[in-house]
């Protein structure tokens, strides 16, 4: 049955902010490093860009690819959109420090020696580095004791200088994450993930004080691509707490019709054909086909997954949940994977610990 085929893709702590680990030969290979910013060349890309410019900004950015023969589906370019809010978000923190002599700080707890986990973390304190947010680290041993990383939360809760509190998942098994991630203040809770943040985002009326990043993400691309979300019918593929769900409290924010499509779905091919906008995150390469596709649609692909390749050097190569050469047929716009969603969780989380720095600080 076609509705076996989906996983709840992000949908426990351990994978919170990890992507599926991917098999090379006979290893395991984490993969988030590549949903953080790699690279994508547009000339590789099967499926070609309208130039459309972006909005919201004194500088507009316009995808790099070129008008096609095959289609003339956009190409979604998370990569230059994610590079524009690091610039802007650049200018903003300059002019915090100017006025008030305050920088906004982030701080990462890492436990362990993954080296997945370690690249995040470098990639991460590159990104903060590059638009002058201060970027703590705090390492601790494999065998460090639970209460003894609930001591350091504790204590970057209580520290004027930083704004935004990262725990790096997996944490070691011995530990329990979700008391660990409750430790986390909320007013510092740049992930999102608080449950007061999820219900607020939840409730008509009420704002989070933060938004998680990779769904904020994906609706800020289509926010500066001006695609239409009033009023569209949007399917999300994926129900997680990390992604799925708050994306499609996104889109009902919105003003979309929305519905989910997961593990227990019945025919989701014939809910996902009726979307103006689908979002997909279960982590299942290729899943959804041209078939799923309604002419004309937008998608954003969230999914990351690793696909045998011998012709790669590195044995094989990175595929979304969405059939890409397929969706470019028949959609309007699509993002690439990678070089889509991926840039764009950074960018936020970014925006997020600069939030948090104004509103502590009364700065407009």
Request: aromatic fraction near 4%.
């Amino acid at each position: 049955m076609a509705s076996m085929l989906l996983t709840d893709y992000y949908s426990t702590s351990t994978t919170a902010r990890l992507l599926p680990w991917g098999r090379r030969h006979s290893g395991l290979v984490s993969l988030r490093r590549f949903h953080m910013g790699l690279s994508y060349s547009p000339t590789s890309l099967r499926c070609f860009a309208v130039h459309s410019p972006l909005t919201l900004s004194s500088s507009p950015v316009a995808p790099t690819a070129s008008m096609g023969t095959e289609t003339s589906a956009k190409v979604i370019d998370g990569k230059a959109v994610a590079k524009q809010i690091r610039d802007e978000i650049s200018v903003e923190v300059s002019r915090m420090k100017e006025a008030i002599g305050v920088t906004p700080g982030l701080a990462v707890i890492l436990v362990g020696d993954r080296k997945d986990s370690a690249t995040y973390v470098r990639n991460k304190k590159k990104a903060c580095d590059n638009s002058g947010i201060n970027s703590f680290q705090v390492n601790l041993p494999e065998d460090s004791t639970e209460q003894e990383v609930l001591t350091i939360v504790s204590g970057l809760n209580n520290d004027p200088s930083v704004h935004g509190i990262l725990v790096q998942l997996p944490l070691p098994s011995h530990m329990n994450e979700q008391n660990v991630l409750n430790a986390v203040s909320i007013e510092k809770d740049v992930d999102g993930f608080h449950p007061l943040n999820i219900g607020r985002l939840a409730m008509r009326g009420r704002e989070p004080l933060f938004i998680p990043c990779t769904p904020k993400g994906c609706i800020e691309l289509l926010h500066r691509y001006d695609i239409p979300i009033q009023g569209k019918r949007a399917v999300v593929i994926g129900r997680s707490n990390i992604v799925g769900m708050p994306a499609a409290l996104l889109l009902q924010r919105e003003d979309a019709t929305v519905s989910i499509v997961h593990s227990r779905t019945k025919n989701p091919e014939d809910i996902t054909r009726q979307a103006d906008i689908i979002i997909s995150a279960v982590g299942k390469p290729n899943m959804v086909r041209e078939s799923w596709i309604k002419p004309g649609a937008v998608i954003i692909d969230v999914g990351i997954n690793p696909v045998d390749d011998p012709n790669s050097p590195r044995g094989y190569r990175l595929v979304g949940d969405v059939c890409y050469e397929e969706a470019c047929k028949v959609a309007s716009a699509v993002t690439p994977v990678p070089g889509g969603v991926g840039p764009m969780t950074i960018a936020m989380l970014l925006q997020n610990t600069f939030i948090s720095a104004k509103r502590e600080h009364n700065f407009q």
